[in-house]
């Protein structure tokens, strides 16, 4: 059974729509989102469509219902700020690039931490990193029970921290650390969601922050390249010296809180206030000076 523990912390009129990542659950990003709470934001930790219950749960969503849900909840959250940031952990830096191509209107900057567009890091076997594959396998009927377990050190460097969320994810407990391994069909969604952004890499003009650690042990710095490479707006690069994969969660949590908030800021006001429908006039929007 899926339980909803997405948040809403009210805040001033810049607003922050927190993604987590595949497998994952809104706590990974709580302590980020209070942090930007207190830096006076409004704050959304959604939850991802299939997430947050059993393995089967997630097995009946993919890529497009994962994508559905970030777009309702940016609608949500749009509504009641004049800037709205997004920031993705992991698989969720990929919805909110996506979410940036497709509504660069709604979407005033980016915080990408640990952006992942392929599994590649150092505690990734061989055999995980032709994971790139799985969507061919899966559609030739292959590898529907099989999945990917999760792995010392979980992605935290931390040792309190990590002993913490492993407990719980291994427990059993997915509405609070997630599910311990990653399905392969679900894999396959997520190559397939990797594979489209890409391909839309070239039309993002919004700014964007990549935070990144440089002992990243999920996803390697290639993925960091990606996105400066790729984007077509400007790009503010940041790398950890002392994290694994959950930056938002690990030894440097307070560094991505304020770098973002100095991000989110700094582009707040430069950017335009979109103004609600119902309360246009004669003018679309106000610039901020």
Known sequence: MIKSTDYY????????LLIHGLTGTPTEMRFVAKGFNRAGFTVYGMQLAGHCGDEEDLLKTGWKD??????????RLRHDVDH??????????????????????QVDGLGLYGT????????????GKL??????VVSLGFGRHRKFHECFPYGIKDERIRQRVASSMLSGDSAAAGLPGNP???LAEFYRLSFRVRRQLGDIRTPCLVIHAKEDDVASLRNVRTVVRGVGGPVETVLLENSYHMIT???????????SVRFFNEVAATRFVHMPEAAQTSQVAVAVK
């Open 66 to 75: 994962w994508y559905r849900s970030v777009c309702e909840a940016a609608d």
């Open 84 to 105: 709205m940031f997004v920031a993705g952990l992991s698989m969720g830096s990929l919805l909110a690039l996506k979410l940036a191509a497709d509504r660069p209107d």
């Open 184 to 186: 392969w069909p679900s």
């Open 116 to 127: 992942t567009f392929v599994y590649d890091g150092w505690t990734i076997p061989w055999i």
């Open 9 to 16: 912390l009210p805040g001033g009129r810049s607003g922050v």
């Open 249 to 259: 969660v690990d030894q440097e949590r307070d560094q991505v809180i304020d770098r």
């Open 131 to 136: 994971s790139f594959l799985l969507p061919l």
